[in-house]
């Protein structure tokens, strides 16, 4: 006699054994490891470490105070996250007068960033970093610094640079986001002899800060690169600050927003524009160069990329001072649009009476000054004339527009 089972068993076995296999498929998977939860420590600034390690996931430390270094280098580990508590805290590192030079290494990984931030995401809710000295172990990688501002520079970053050493920073694949005032801000440029601070400066991003992405020197602009961003900030454009650009070359790079200058500049080597740079003046600001031999503004720009010149507040007349070249060193404005300029006479004390122009080539009284080419360019609304320089000169001048220009587009004196 054949026993055969009820349907309804046969189905309970099946559920058993598939039931069976799946729990063994899933033993033989290796288990995901648990992030370790952070046990925050609290920094006592009487008493900084050396080295911040990685306490796992969450806020590692909690800073509630400033902390200030003389010669101590500061190691922040990958995966870090410090957050400050209250307006008064932050770092300020080194010296600005040079007699100590601390510095503050924070290499982190795409994988495991570096987090500065403070209690609450709110701009300004503690003063940010400070850093004073020259040391190359000054590196910054996968960074975010955030929430800062609140100290008396109203910056996330405040490079010092009293004395205007060479600094040794190098920043690279950082973040700058919801900064009170600028993501990085300089106090170089106090004297004559201003030199750069960045050592390299690659893939950063500025996003949220209430005011530009960065104010910086003349002399440091050159540092700045075309793959991060500087957009999506309360001001859409770099703060250009100084009355002296350094004695040595520097070129200004195209990036994503406008540079604005903020003062008449004195030119003293080589500034070479890149094609697309978009140039923007405040009020009665402009560059001039005076009888340096080797100075000379090198904008040569293309026909899809034309180098911009304009008034901070575009197409008023006579906005900006204007470029003014008094030396014998040829400078090129080639595919070039210069718009406002001719706010005010020459800069030059020995120029024709009552110059005024966007460009202006040439101190009456210095026979080899003023030298340079003029082509394929637009120049608009200049509150003098468009160009002026002395017959005799070496100045080329060729396939130009001219429009609205107070006195006339070219002017011989």
């Given amino acids: 006699m054949i026993n055969i089972m009820p349907k309804h068993i046969n189905c309970f076995i099946l559920f058993c054994l598939i039931l069976t296999i799946s729990c063994k498929k899933k033993n033989k998977e290796d288990p995901k490891p648990i992030e370790k939860i952070a046990e925050t420590k609290i920094i006592d600034c009487n008493n900084v470490p050396d080295v911040f390690e990685d306490l796992g996931e969450g806020v590692d430390y909690i800073i ?9 280098i500061i190691t922040i580990k990958p995966g870090v996250t410090i957050q400050f ?10 010296d600005p007068y040079g007699f100590f030079t601390g510095a503050l290494k924070m290499i982190g990984t795409a994988a495991k960033p570096i987090v500065l931030q403070g209690k609450s995401a709110v701009p300004g809710s503690w003063q940010g970093i400070t850093l004073n000295g020259v040391n190359s172990q000054n590196q ?6 955030r929430d800062a501002g609140s100290g008396e520079m109203s910056a996330g970053l405040f490079i010092q640079n009293v004395y205007s050493f060479w600094y040794e920073i190098s920043i690279k694949n950082c973040s700058f986001i919801n900064n009170l005032g600028y993501g990085i801000s300089d106090s170089n440029g106090s004297s004559l002899n201003s030199f750069g601070i960045f050592r390299s400066f690659e893939k950063n991003k500025f996003k949220d800060n209430t005011k530009s992405p960065l104010r910086l020197h003349v002399s440091n602009i050159g540092g700045l690169d075309e793959l991060s961003s500087y957009n999506n900030n309360g001001q859409d454009y770099i703060e250009v600050t100084g009355i002296w650009a350094p004695k040595y070359d520097v070129t200004i790079k195209k990036i994503n927003v406008p540079y604005l200058i903020t003062t008449l500049m004195e030119v003293r080597d080589k500034l070479i524009i890149d094609p697309g740079v978009r140039l ?4 009665d600001a402009g560059f001039y160069i005076m009888y340096y031999p ?18 901070f ?19 090129i404005f080639n595919y070039c649009m210069i718009d406002g300029a001719g706010s005010r006479p020459s800069r030059s004390d020995c120029a024709a009476n009552e110059v005024k122009s966007a460009i ?15 082509t ?5 609304n200049s509150g003098g004339h468009a160009i002026t320089f002395q017959l005799g000169r070496d100045v080329t001048i060729g396939n130009n527009k001219y429009i609205g220009n107070a006195l006339g587009d070219v002017y011989n004196y």
Wanted: net charge negative.
């Fill in 64 to 72: 509630g105070c400033k902390i200030r270094t003389k010669d101590q």
């Fill in 85 to 94: 508590e209250g307006k008064d805290a932050g770092m300020e590192i080194g």
């Fill in 140 to 145: 910054w990688e996968h960074v975010t610094l």
């Fill in 280 to 283: 923007q003046f405040a009020k």
């Fill in 294 to 311: 080797t100075a000379a503004i090198i904008a040569n720009g293309t026909a899809d990329l034309p180098i911009v010149f304009q008034g």
């Fill in 313 to 331: 507040e575009p197409n008023i007349k006579a906005y900006w001072f204007g470029i003014e070249l008094d030396n014998s060193a040829p400078s």
């Fill in 360 to 374: 202006h080539f040439g101190a009456k009284c210095f026979p080899q000054s003023g030298n340079g080419t003029v």
């Fill in 376 to 380: 394929n360019s637009g120049i608009s």
